[in-house]
């Protein structure tokens, strides 16, 4: 089976534990405000690549992931489930970590499902995945749809699925000044958080233009034009905000 690949980090430390090996998978539905890879969204765009070359260049570094592993991303790795599958399930024939890097925006729903995503494939995906990153966009459905054309509501089921069946989570959450950076909102997401009994931690991230360059290279308008990035500072406090509302529900 061959799959659409966008590129390869042979050296990544920010998405999962140790030193990870990296793969941004190609194609996304979602069409998100502060994207940095919109080079991503079209899955034909991508370089095919079949199981075997990608675990083959693992391999040739593989004392460098002794504590680390495999990470899909992208792009939406979902988007091609069936050749996320096989990778996963041959990565765990040979003892590697392997990791998901996702938004949940695959995961059926009454309002809106994928045919290529099913609830058998997705159980037989998380079979093989150690460890999702689970990137909740916006915990408001309607600010959510604003801000990646999408609900949240498979975001925020599959994170409840996940929880039911005790696989380790971490939370991303890229803070925008504007869109995600409310306090109402961050405590919100702190009650929902605390909700769940599978989340191991909690990233905060600060919003970034590094990715405005693609959109001029691709001949796209950049959303967020004039939106300033965010402090260390500021960062901090909403992850107070956040620790508040999961306080409050544990309350």
């Known amino acids: 089976m061959e799959g659409y690949i966008h590129s390869i980090e042979t050296f990544g430390t920010v998405d999962g534990?140790?030193?990870?090996?990296?793969?941004?998978?190609?194609?996304?539905?979602?069409?998100?405000?502060?994207?940095?890879?919109?080079?991503?969204?079209?899955?034909?765009?991508?370089?095919?690549?079949?199981v075997g070359e990608i675990l083959e260049r693992f391999e040739?570094?593989?004392?460098?992931?002794?504590?680390?592993?495999?990470?899909?991303?992208?792009?939406e790795p979902m988007f091609q489930i069936d050749f996320l599958t096989e990778l996963f399930t041959k990565a765990k024939e040979k003892n590697i970590h392997t990791c998901l890097d996702t938004s949940g925006v695959l995961f059926p729903t009454e309002?809106?499902?994928?045919?290529?995503?099913?609830?058998d494939k997705i159980e037989q995906l998380l079979s093989?995945?150690?460890?999702?990153?689970?990137?909740?966009?916006?915990?408001?459905?309607a600010s959510h749809r604003k801000l990646t054309k999408h609900s949240n509501q498979p975001?925020?089921?599959?994170?409840?699925?996940?929880?039911?069946?005790?696989?380790?989570?971490?939370?991303?959450?890229?803070?925008?000044?504007?869109?995600t950076y409310d306090?109402?909102?961050l405590r919100q997401l702190g009650s929902f958080l605390a909700t769940l009994s599978n989340v191991e931690k909690i990233e905060v991230l600060p919003y970034h233009a590094m990715g405005k360059?693609?959109?001029?290279?691709?001949?796209?308008?950049y959303p967020l034009e004039d939106t300033r990035q965010l402090t260390k500072e500021e960062v901090e406090i909403a992850r107070k905000f956040i620790q508040e509302g999961i306080t409050r529900e544990e309350g």
């Open 155 to 179: 975001s925020l089921q599959f994170a409840q699925y996940l929880s039911r069946k005790k696989k380790p989570v971490w939370i991303r959450h890229v803070v925008v000044p504007e869109i």
């Open 183 to 185: 306090a109402d909102e």
């Open 17 to 50: 534990p140790g030193v990870r090996f990296v793969i941004f998978f190609q194609g996304c539905p979602m069409r998100c405000q502060y994207c940095h890879n919109p080079d991503t969204w079209d899955m034909k765009d991508g370089t095919k690549m079949d």
């Open 128 to 141: 093989v995945t150690d460890l999702v990153l689970l990137d909740i966009k916006h915990i408001d459905d």
């Open 111 to 119: 309002e809106e499902k994928f045919p290529d995503v099913t609830m």
């Open 60 to 75: 040739r570094n593989r004392s460098f992931y002794k504590t680390g592993g495999i990470t899909a991303t992208g792009g």
């Open 213 to 221: 360059v693609k959109y001029d290279n691709l001949g796209i308008a």
